[in-house]
T-cell receptor
Framework: AQTVTQSQPEMSVQEAETVTLSCTYDTSESDYYLFWYKQPPSRQMILVIRQEAYKQQNATENRFSVNFQKAAKSFSLKISDSQLGDAAMYFCAYDNNDMRFGAGTRLTVKP | NAGVTQTPKFQVLKTGQSMTLQCAQDMNHEYMSWYRQDPGMGLRLIHY???????DQGEVPNGYNVSRSTTEDFPLRLLSAAPSQTSVYFC??????????????FGPGTRLTVL
């Protein structure tokens, strides 16, 4: 079964600085999707960024970018110019019709 | 569009009671799914459906039933609630096209407590 591991239960970053959240996964499939979701205290799941496994180019969305290493099964999220509104739980997810989530990383942004 | 809606937002049950969590989407999405989120954990897939009349089990299906009679609705039934089912439940939907544009939309969640 596919598993997703987020090894950092908590991370902290200074406002305007850059932070990287780690994620590794285990799969024998070659085609799949990877996601980062943000969950603020409202509990709403908000899609941050998506990566298709068949694409070698790393996905970017404004201040958010990923470092996708398919052979290493690694999918880290980089947040640049961190803002107070970025504070939330961040979940890494693997999807091949049976979506699996990591346990999450709680990100704190210090003013 | 209302997106993905879930009712109720909060529910308290006694052990052994049954209930149905409702989920509806107005985006004509083929794929719908149910997750549970326990404290300190990510979401875990309970059941999913790739279209009306088709359902399948996810990672943690025991104690839950689903059906998909219409494209819009995907109810989750707890036949005999147990304290271990205390959790926050999320419903989600997406287009099942297999393209890079697919985005999974989540409902706001239902907080269920079983006493």
């Amino acid at each position: 079964a596919q598993t997703v591991t987020q090894s950092q239960p908590e991370m902290s970053v200074q406002e305007a600085e850059t932070v990287t959240l780690s994620c590794t996964y285990d799969t024998s499939e070659s085609d799949y999707y990877l996601f980062w979701y943000k969950q603020p205290p409202s509990r709403q799941m908000i899609l941050v960024i998506r990566q298709e496994a068949y694409k070698q180019q790393n996905a970017t969305e404004n201040r958010f970018s990923v470092n996708f290493q398919k052979a290493a099964k690694s999918f880290s999220l980089k947040i640049s110019d961190s803002q107070l509104g970025d504070a939330a739980m961040y979940f890494c997810a693997y999807d091949n019709n049976d979506m699996r989530f990591g346990a999450g990383t709680r990100l704190t942004v210090k003013p | 569009n209302a997106g993905v809606t879930q009712t109720p937002k909060f529910q308290v049950l006694k052990t052994g009671q049954s209930m149905t969590l409702q989920c509806a989407q107005d985006m004509n999405h083929e794929y719908m799914s149910w997750y549970r989120q326990d404290p300190g954990m990510g979401l875990r897939l309970i059941h999913y459906s790739v279209g009306a009349g088709i359902t399948d089990q996810g990672e943690v299906p025991n104690g839950y039933n689903v059906s998909r009679s219409t494209t819009e609705d995907f109810p989750l039934r707890l036949l005999s609630a147990a304290p271990s089912q205390t959790s926050v439940y999320f419903c989600a939907s997406r287009n099942e096209t297999g393209t890079a544009t697919d985005t999974q939309y989540f409902g706001p969640g239902t907080r269920l407590t079983v006493l």
